[in-house]
């Protein structure tokens, strides 16, 4: 939507759109073919109006891609950091699985120390036994 901006200095005008036609109010109408958009208003602006609109596009532009860099920036940022999350996340896991699984050799040597123990306990009860009974 264009706005239509009087011109209060008395600079010179410059056609922002060749080959339309200028109406008593300063408003340029689009000489077209097409009778529907013969009547769309074309503003005129001085030089300065179109150096200030372009400077203004020029940081939209630059804007734009400054954006677009962080976006992508981070993008990979993030995705390195899950890399790596998810890397040491694993490795965690694996050094736990190997701390319980050392736990499990030395319950299962405990309870091979403990049967043995059990066993030589019972032997000796069964032969003092064997003993009281025979004297």
């Given at each position: 939507?264009?706005?239509?901006?009087?011109?209060?200095?008395?600079?010179?005008?410059?056609?922002?759109?060749?080959?339309?036609?200028?109406?008593?109010?300063?408003?340029?109408?689009?000489?077209?073919?097409?009778?529907?958009?013969?009547?769309?208003?074309?503003?005129?602006?001085?030089?300065?109006?179109?150096?200030?609109?372009?400077?203004?596009?020029?940081?939209?532009e630059?804007?734009?891609?400054?954006?677009?860099?962080?976006?992508?920036?981070?993008?990979?940022?993030?995705?390195?950091?899950s890399?790596?999350?998810?890397?040491?996340?694993?490795?965690?896991?694996?050094?736990?699985?190997e701390?319980?699984?050392?736990?499990?050799?030395?319950?299962?040597?405990?309870?091979?120390?403990?049967?043995e123990?059990?066993?030589?306990?019972?032997?000796?009860?069964?032969?003092?036994?064997?003993?009281?009974?025979?004297?």
């Amino acid at each position: 939507m264009e706005i239509e901006v009087a011109d209060r200095t008395n600079k010179r005008m410059k056609p922002s759109v060749e080959g339309n036609e200028t109406t008593d109010s300063g408003i340029e109408v689009a000489k077209d073919a097409d009778e529907e958009n013969a009547s769309i208003p074309v503003l005129m602006a001085s030089e300065q109006m179109e150096a200030e609109i372009a400077n203004i596009f020029q940081k939209m532009e630059h804007f734009t891609n400054l954006v677009s860099e962080l976006l992508e920036s981070g993008k990979s940022m993030l995705k390195d950091l899950s890399n790596e999350f998810e890397e040491r996340l694993i490795q965690i896991h694996k050094e736990q699985m190997e701390k319980w699984q050392e736990e499990i050799k030395e319950v299962r040597l405990l309870d091979t120390a403990n049967e043995e123990a059990d066993s030589l306990l019972l032997n000796a009860k069964t032969l003092l036994q064997n003993v009281h009974g025979e004297s």
